[in-house]
């Protein structure tokens, strides 16, 4: 599968009222870095899946 060719401005929070989406690699409104807007694939076979759970319920 491959990642999405979909792209969000990095600095929007900070740059606009709502996300920015390109399929450049810079934001066509601001100018800054655009990063990948999919989120990171899941796997049910994560071996560090118990640590990142157990760090988030702390």
């Known amino acids: 599968m491959a990642r ?9 929070r900070a740059e606009h009222e709502r996300p920015v ?3 450049s690699a810079a934001c066509p409104e601001c ?3 655009a ?3 999919a989120p990171a694939p899941f796997s049910p076979a994560d071996p560090y ?5 157990r760090a988030r319920r702390r």
């Open 21 to 23: 989406y390109t399929l």
């Open 4 to 12: 999405s060719d979909i792209r969000v401005c990095s600095a929007w």
């Open 49 to 53: 899946g118990a640590y990142r759970r």
């Open 35 to 37: 990063e990948n807007s």
């Open 31 to 33: 100018g800054a870095d």
